[in-house]
């Protein structure tokens, strides 16, 4: 057990993936039980029937990128990072420990919070590692945290909340860099012309009409990478991994390399905008599944790598928290103004509850 009063602890929350083959079944099983997500019908009946049957066509996936996601894998060496740094350039907080709350997969958020507890946590930030908020995202991962908090999983801790970044200038930079190493594998005298696909999970229409803020946020983190690459070529955002047959926000990414490649065009980089490390939608979608139809389109397609193990990125990390921990400390709010507002039309009475309670300090 560590020392209880010397701990920082930043939870590191995300929805996480199968570490290995077979625990995907339960990572869909929980997936589709999460209302905030997927808002089903008999959700309790319904969701197991649908992980069941999807789970051999995804256990497949997971297969064919190398027997499981390597979002915890990534997720432990940022957070292992940050911590680092934030020793470095916060000292009055120190030692800071990162943890990881995985939504659908292991560690899922209740081991997380009894891990807290069994340390001797005091303080504690929820760090969201979706860098645009979503109540189906973020607002889920606070809702299960409010859900261990409520439950006496955790302790007495003091919480605070980190709950969006996506223009954060160490972040912009990052995908940046990341976007111009895509681009430099095209020949000079065309690289001009290549267009630039940012993508991004996508969400249900009956979401997106409810208000939710992540499609301007998504949208405002393209802004500022293309600022940043001074506009030097043509760009879309587009949208991917639609699950079901009920509308969703569009154009697919599928769709717009077919679009492209009727206009002609023959050079596209793709650009994972929403997503902080490699993992299905990555390594599958977007590396397996389009990079084929792009090949067929003939198209020549380089991704953009990952966030990964990038030191501009784990420097950002680290500097959002810093800035998070220097306000707190001068007596501003511990919340961002989104967490005073529910989302209208939201049925979810944890929302409001976890938002009130959040802003209390997990009181």
Request: charged share 20%; aromatic share 8%; with cysteine.
């Amino acid at each position: 057990m560590e020392s209880s009063y010397a701990i920082t602890a930043v939870v590191m929350m995300n929805m996480g993936g199968p570490s290995t083959v077979e625990e995907t079944h339960d990572f869909l099983k929980n997936l589709f039980m999460d209302k905030d997500l997927i808002p089903l019908p008999f959700q309790r009946v319904l969701a197991p029937l649908i992980a069941k049957r999807r789970t051999p066509q995804i256990e497949q996936q997971y297969a064919d990128i190398g027997g499981g996601s390597p979002i915890l894998h990534y997720t432990q060496l940022q957070g292992d990072g940050m911590a680092r740094l934030l020793d470095e350039i916060h000292p009055e907080t120190a030692p800071h420990k990162a943890y990881v709350a995985f939504r659908y997969a292991k560690p899922l958020t209740e081991v997380t919070a009894r891990q807290l507890k069994e340390d001797g946590v005091k303080k504690a930030i929820a760090f969201t590692q979706y860098p645009q908020y979503s109540c189906s995202t973020t607002g889920s991962s606070l809702n299960e945290l409010f859900r261990r908090g409520k439950a006496g999983d955790m302790g007495d801790i003091e919480w605070s909340v980190i709950d969006r970044w996506g223009t954060h200038p160490g972040f912009v930079e990052a995908v940046a860099q990341n976007v111009e190493a895509a681009l430099a594998k095209f020949p000079v005298e065309k690289r001009s012309e290549t267009v630039i696909l940012f993508s991004a999970h996508s969400l249900p229409m009956s979401v997106v009409n409810r208000g939710d803020p992540y499609i301007l946020e998504v949208s405002a983190s393209v802004a500022a990478v293309m600022q940043r690459l001074g506009h030097t070529n043509p760009y879309r955002l587009v949208w991917q991994s639609q699950v079901g047959p009920s509308a969703w926000m569009g154009m697919q990414t599928s769709d717009a390399l077919k679009g492209l490649a009727r206009l002609g065009k023959k050079q596209v980089v793709l650009v994972p905008i929403a997503f902080t490390s490699d993992h299905i939608e990555t390594l599958y979608e977007l590396d397996l599944e389009y990079g084929k139809e792009a090949k067929e389109l003939g198209l020549e397609v380089h991704r953009a790598s990952s966030l990964n193990d990038s030191p501009v990125f784990i420097r950002a990390l680290a500097d959002i928290v810093a800035e998070h921990l220097r306000g707190t400390t001068a007596g501003k709010a511990p919340t961002s103004l989104q967490m005073s507002l529910r989302c209208p039309g939201c049925t979810n009475e944890t929302c409001g509850q976890q938002k009130a309670w959040f802003q209390r300090g997990g009181r």
